[in-house]
Antibody, heavy 117, light 106 residues
Framework: QVQLVESGGGVVQPGRSLRLSCAASGFTFSNCGMHWVRQAPGKGLEWVAVIWFDGSNKYYADSVKGRFTISRDNSKNTLYLQMNSLRAEDTAVYYC??????????WGQGTLVTVSS | SYELTQPPSVSVSPGQTARITCSGDALPKKYAHWYQQKSGQAPVLVIYEDSKRPSEIPERFSGSSSGTMATLTISGAQVEDEADYYCYSTDSSEGVFGGGTTLTVL
């Protein structure tokens, strides 16, 4: 069965960096676009970034453009999110999600990132 | 930037029909998809491509879209359907969620 397991969250000071990982299994990872979606405490879902199946294209929400980088290693079935220059408003649960056509059919359980001094 | 607008809350009694709307200028050209999120859990897909239902989702969940509005309908809402519901669509290659609607069934 499809599994997506995020890791790498934690508490980080403003201005610092963090890298999230999402380990995928149960499907052909190299055939699927992958996304990051986040949810601030008590708030709604916010789309963050997408990477195409082969890594050839990447798109970002305006709120993270220039600070976050999405990448993938198809040989390791792993998705990444490099987060630089972190701000308090980046505090959220970060989910990775598998793309099916133009929607997400599977989500991970999320990893919490807290940006605080 | 592109926006999808949902009502913050909808309330129905058990057995009644709940309707949650999602409006957006691009919806005549783009699909709407719907996610259910219960407290402390990851979202779950309940409707995709405006009106298709994953096999594991109960038949009481249905979707439709007309013009700039998509609608999620729960016919005969159950207490276990209490959750936050989000519509999702795309604008160019970027994703966008509606603000979410809290469904109360009591």
């Amino acid at each position: 069965q499809v599994q997506l397991v995020e890791s790498g969250g934690g508490v980080v000071q403003p201005g610092r960096s963090l890298r999230l990982s999402c380990a995928a299994s149960g499907f052909t990872f190299s055939n699927c676009g992958m996304h990051w979606v986040r949810q601030a405490p008590g708030k709604g879902l916010e789309w963050v970034a997408v990477i195409w199946f082969d890594g050839s294209n990447k798109y970002y929400a305006d709120s993270v453009k220039g600070r976050f980088t999405i990448s993938r290693d198809n040989s390791k079935n792993t998705l990444y999110l490099q987060m630089n220059s972190l701000r308090a408003e980046d505090t959220a649960v970060y989910y990775c999600a598998k793309e099916e056509l133009v929607y997400f059919d599977y989500w991970g359980q999320g990893t919490l990132v807290t940006v605080s001094s | 930037s592109y926006e999808l607008t949902q009502p913050p809350s909808v309330s129905v009694s058990p057995g009644q029909t709940a309707r949650i709307t999602c409006s957006g200028d691009a919806l005549p050209k783009k699909y709407a998809h719907w996610y259910q999120q219960k407290s402390g859990q990851a979202p779950v897909l309940v409707i995709y491509e405006d009106s298709k239902r994953p096999s594991e989702i109960p038949e009481r969940f249905s979707g439709s879209s007309s013009g700039t509005m998509a609608t999620l309908t729960i016919s005969g809402a159950q207490v276990e359907d209490e959750a936050d519901y989000y519509c999702y669509s795309t604008d160019s290659s970027e994703g966008v969620f509606g603000g979410g609607t809290t469904l109360t069934v009591l």
